[in-house]
């Protein structure tokens, strides 16, 4: 059964730092492309970042510089380290897979989130 | 990078109506187009892919299609369960976007 679960959110102060894990089980991350979305309170969804197999990154604008997606295929777990956080990068986190092996790109299995609150 | 829009925002409807939600594409996109359901407090489900192509596990109600800039998701009987947010998305390239999402709610 594929699962994602995630950790690592919390309560951090502005400039401050966290680093997110997205573990998984019953499929290979570096076999799949990862993804991170985030969803602040009352607001839509957000596309943040994307790790494809061959390690080839992608970042939204507003986090271009600042976040920074990893992973670990001996753990099976994607990383999202997130430097000079703002107030504005409170949300709750998901991450996701988009399977590489398909004819399409779509996220079919989500984590249940974690949340960030970013605050003085 | 590729810009989603959706109408409408939101929208108020009766168990057992036909319910229609447009998605639109800043450029092409071909068939790069996936469809979300999210209830409160929940994370996102796939409800179909590549424009068309419904899930495994996904009510036969749930439809799409399009193709190029325009799209539609389309549920023929709306259930009680179906009361969420709809996000239409783009894989054609990253940055990978979302539209605004639509709300559906009960008239």
């Known amino acids: 059964e594929v699962q994602l679960v995630e950790s690592g959110g919390g309560l951090v102060q502005p400039g401050g730092s966290l680093r997110l894990s997205c573990a998984a089980s019953g499929f290979a991350v570096s076999s799949n492309f990862m993804t991170w979305v985030r969803q602040a309170p009352g607001k839509g969804l957000e596309w943040v970042s994307l790790i494809y197999s061959h390690s080839t990154t992608y970042y939204a604008d507003s986090v271009r510089g600042r976040f920074s997606i990893s992973r670990d295929n001996s753990k099976n777990t994607v990383y999202l380290q997130m430097d000079s956080l703002r107030i504005e990068d409170s949300a709750v986190y998901y991450c996701a897979r988009e399977p590489a092996a398909a004819s399409a790109y779509y996220f079919d299995h989500w984590g249940q989130g974690t949340l960030v609150t970013v605050s003085s | 990078d590729i810009q989603m829009t959706q109408s409408p925002s939101s929208l108020s409807a009766s168990v057992g109506d036909r319910v229609t939600i447009t998605c639109r594409a800043s450029?092409?996109?071909?068939?790069?187009l996936n469809w979300y359901q999210q209830k409160p407090g929940k994370a996102p489900k796939l409800l179909i892919y590549a424009a068309s192509s419904l899930h495994s596990g996904v009510p036969s109600t749930f439809s799409g299609s399009g193709s190029g800039t325009d799209f539609t998701l389309t549920i023929s009987s709306l259930q009680p369960e179906d009361f969420a947010t709809y996000y239409c998305q783009q894989s054609y390239s990253a940055p990978r976007t979302f539209g605004p999402g639509t709300k559906v709610e009960i008239k």
């Open positions: 450029q092409n996109i071909n068939n790069y």
